[in-house]
């Protein structure tokens, strides 16, 4: 697609159940981040794909956080047994690998979750 | 581990005045900084970005910043600000290959 798309925009769930996210990066991209922006937090890293290789999880800040990539395009995040503390606006970001930091990251619009 | 400050959560100013923002970094090797926009209810895009070279680079909407090795700085200024310039900006380092770590933003609110 033209743009790294977000699904649901926006979810509202009761705490201790589970929710998914859903990204499609842009079309050969073969980078793909999620970010999670709380307010007055700026924007922390969660985990990044890049092509074949393992992603980097150093961000997933608890094991009820977890995402994969199928087929090197479509990621799902996935939140277990949400907490209030999960309330954030989730983003995602897709981006051409590239062997210098000339790489640019496109975000999708992101997926506001409200946990109650 | 490579990591950016912004220094100012919050940045009022009048339309028509200039306006920097403050980054540093905190770094041992060669960087990468970028300055990224978003504007309310959107997304974030690039505004500009440093690889090398000159340390003086131009962004998008009359915006620039200047990659300051000695006080690893990368502020970002634009000369006179427009209404439409309202929203918050996030300043970010590259971190190994192909991570980018982010500050925690500083949001810009202009005042006519």
């Known amino acids: 697609g033209a743009g790294v798309s977000q699904s649901p925009s926006n979810k509202v769930t009761e705490k201790g159940k589970d929710v998914e996210l859903r990204c499609d990066p842009i079309?050969?991209?073969?980078?793909l981040y999620w970010y999670r922006q709380s307010l007055g937090q700026g924007l922390e890293f969660l985990i990044y794909?890049?092509?074949?290789?393992?992603?980097?999880k150093s961000g997933l800040p608890s094991d009820r956080f977890s995402a994969e990539r199928t087929g090197g395009s479509v990621s799902t995040l996935t939140i277990q047994r949400t907490q209030q503390e999960d309330s954030a606006v989730y983003l995602c970001?897709?981006?051409?690998?590239?062997?210098?930091?000339?790489?640019?990251?496109?975000f999708g619009a992101g997926s506001r979750l409200t946990v109650l | 581990a490579q990591s950016v400050t912004q220094l100012d959560s919050q940045v009022p100013v009048f339309e028509e005045a200039p306006v920097e923002l403050r980054c540093n970094y905190s770094?041992?090797?060669?960087?990468?900084l970028f300055w990224y926009v978003q504007y309310p209810n959107q997304g974030l895009q690039l505004l500009l970005k440093?690889?090398?070279?000159?340390?003086l680079v131009k962004g998008i909407n009359g915006f620039e910043a200047e990659f300051n090795k000695s006080q690893t700085s990368f502020h970002l200024r634009k000369p006179s600000v427009h209404i439409s310039d309202t929203a918050e900006y996030f300043c970010?380092?590259?971190?190994?290959?192909?991570?980018?770590?982010f500050g925690q933003g500083t949001r810009l609110t202009i005042n006519p």
């Open positions: 970001a897709s981006s051409q690998w590239g062997s210098t930091g000339a790489n640019v990251l496109t």
């Open positions: 079309s050969g991209h073969t980078a």
């Open positions: 794909f890049q092509g074949n290789s393992a992603p980097d």
């Open positions: 770094s041992s090797v060669s960087v990468y």
């Open positions: 440093y690889l090398s070279g000159s340390t």
């Open positions: 970010a380092v590259r971190q190994g290959a192909q991570k980018l770590v």
